[in-house]
């Protein structure tokens, strides 16, 4: 874990206010570490790793949900660009989301697994 704390990455964080809820996150990514290299016969193509973090805040609290999500990437990316394709890959879930709902009312239905 030190490790990941002393290596270099580009990074970039947004913030969003809606109401009174409140959303940061934070996205870094960097070229694959040596540690990396051995799963290079499971991901030939893995040039970088990224990894999204959220902090979800209601109102003056402090943020009481925290999401982390690492990605793999086939090409070198900037934390900008990662950014939007983070955010571009989690409209697509929603979006088809969506419409699942809507064709099969997920939502209502009461079976849990």
Not at 27 to 40: H, K
Not at 53 to 75: A, C, K, L, M, W
Not at 79 to 91: G, K, N, T
Request: glycine letters at 2%; aromatic letters at 12%.
């Amino acid at each position: 874990m030190s490790r990941l704390l002393q290596y270099e990455s580009d990074c970039v964080s947004t913030t969003e206010s809606s109401y009174s809820r409140k959303e940061t996150r934070l996205y870094a990514v960097s070229d694959v570490f040596d540690e990396f290299v051995n799963l290079s016969s499971d991901w030939p193509r893995m040039k970088g790793v990224g990894v999204a973090i959220s902090f979800r805040q209601e109102g003056d609290t402090i943020p009481d949900h925290v999401q982390v999500r690492y990605y793999i990437s086939s090409e070198i990316l900037t934390a900008e660009r990662f950014s939007q394709a983070v955010r571009q890959h989690l409209f697509i879930e929603n979006k088809l989301h969506w419409s699942f709902d809507v064709a099969f009312k997920e939502d209502a239905c009461r079976i849990r697994r």
